[in-house]
């Protein structure tokens, strides 16, 4: 049973369009939200095993803004990077080309696994006005508060690969596996917002092309993080972290702030790695104040 959308009344308020656009020598799917004529757009890279209704939490806050939100290459309705390996050069090179053909001089945004590519693509020359991370990777994961986990994660991404394809493909599917991840990461004790995020989960985590993209992007999210690149990277950024993430603890945002050229951290308390789900008003209102115009006038 699918449980209430507690974000539904201001999602069906927002105006959205499907389209589609080649890139990197595939169809890369994206949905528009929002008004054309906004002052302000910003590209949102989802997560990984994500895809992009996961964001759209966030986005219904940010009314007046215009959000562009693809699906990353192999997950959701955009299919894998034809002849390439999905390593950090193959998800720069794509969010590159998608944001300089789509949107160009857009406010890049990044949660999670998608705060290392947009971190990356910036680094390496995307333009944009201002950078937002929201959950960022800012420490190895397999050095995090919960890096016996990760270690176990990876032996069941690697069981996933090796296993026969059928096998595998029904271990990285599995939704006992999947609930075991969104338990792990929820922290809210409102019983009906843990029911959505779970049924989010269930409804959208397993939504990736094979489990060959799947195991290449595990490995590249657990292979980088936002702490290479935060040095090259000269545009405002805003960082949105939780105090109770697992997978980077504050206190290494903290640290992570303080290798950018310009930068503000933002920490919400009582929520861990689902910001986007959990405290979307609290992580759009930053938003909101950091691409206002009154902001960019003052820095």
Do not use: C
């Given at each position: 049973?699918?449980?209430?959308?507690?974000?539904?009344?201001?999602?069906?308020?927002?105006?959205?369009?499907?389209?589609?656009?080649?890139?990197?020598?595939?169809?890369?799917?994206?949905?528009?939200?929002?008004?054309?004529?906004?002052?302000?757009?910003?590209?949102?890279?989802?997560?990984?095993?994500?895809?992009?209704?996961?964001?759209?939490?966030?986005?219904?806050?940010?009314?007046?803004?215009?959000?562009?939100?693809?699906?990353?290459?192999?997950?959701?309705?955009?299919?894998?990077?034809?002849?390439?390996?999905?390593?950090?050069?193959?998800?720069?090179?794509?969010?590159?080309?998608?944001?300089?053909?789509?949107?160009?001089?857009?406010?890049?945004?990044?949660?999670?696994?998608?705060?290392?590519?947009?971190?990356?693509?910036?680094?390496?020359?995307?333009?944009?006005?201002?950078?937002?991370?929201?959950?960022?990777?800012?420490?190895?994961?397999?050095?995090?508060?919960?890096?016996?986990?990760?270690?176990?994660?990876?032996?069941?991404?690697?069981?996933?690969?090796?296993?026969?394809?059928?096998?595998?493909?029904?271990?990285?599917?599995?939704?006992?596996?999947?609930?075991?991840?969104?338990?792990?990461?929820?922290?809210?004790?409102?019983?009906?917002?843990?029911?959505?995020?779970?049924?989010?989960?269930?409804?959208?985590?397993?939504?990736?092309?094979?489990?060959?993209?799947?195991?290449?992007?595990?490995?590249?999210?657990?292979?980088?993080?936002?702490?290479?690149?935060?040095?090259?990277?000269?545009?405002?950024?805003?960082?949105?972290?939780?105090?109770?993430?697992?997978?980077?603890?504050?206190?290494?945002?903290?640290?992570?702030?303080?290798?950018?050229?310009?930068?503000e951290l933002v920490e919400i308390p009582d929520v861990g790695h689902l910001i986007h789900y959990e405290t979307p008003q609290v992580a759009a209102d930053a938003i909101r104040r950091f691409v206002a115009p009154s902001a960019r006038?003052?820095?």
């Open positions: 049973m699918t449980a209430p959308n507690p974000y539904a009344d201001l999602l069906e308020a927002t105006p959205v369009e499907r389209r589609e656009v080649e890139v990197q020598g595939a169809l890369t799917a994206y949905w528009v939200y929002g008004p054309a004529d906004a002052e302000t757009t910003i590209v949102a890279v989802h997560g990984f095993r994500g895809e992009h209704h996961g964001l759209e939490p966030v986005v219904a806050h940010l009314a007046g803004i215009r959000i562009i939100s693809p699906d990353l290459p192999g997950f959701g309705e955009t299919p894998p990077l034809p002849g390439r390996e999905h390593d950090l050069a193959a998800f720069v090179d794509w969010l590159t080309d998608f944001a300089s053909t789509v949107a160009p001089g857009a406010v890049i945004l990044g949660h999670s696994f998608g705060s290392i590519v947009a971190a990356a693509a910036v680094a390496g020359g995307l333009a944009t006005p201002r950078l937002i991370l929201i959950n960022p990777i800012g420490a190895p994961a397999l050095e995090g508060p919960r890096g016996i986990l990760t270690r176990l994660a990876v032996f069941y991404y690697w069981a996933g690969a090796r296993l026969p394809r059928a096998l595998g493909d029904a271990l990285l599917r599995n939704g006992a596996v999947v609930r075991v991840m969104s338990v792990s990461m929820a922290k809210t004790k409102d019983a009906d917002l843990r029911r959505f995020v779970h049924d989010q989960h269930d409804t959208y985590f397993s939504r990736f092309a094979d489990r060959d993209v799947l195991r290449e992007s595990f490995v590249t999210s657990v292979s980088n993080d936002v702490r290479a690149s935060a040095p090259e990277i000269a545009v405002p950024t805003l960082l949105v972290a939780a105090q109770r993430d697992d997978i980077t603890p504050i206190e290494a945002q903290r640290r992570l702030v303080t290798l950018f050229a310009d930068a006038d003052t820095r």
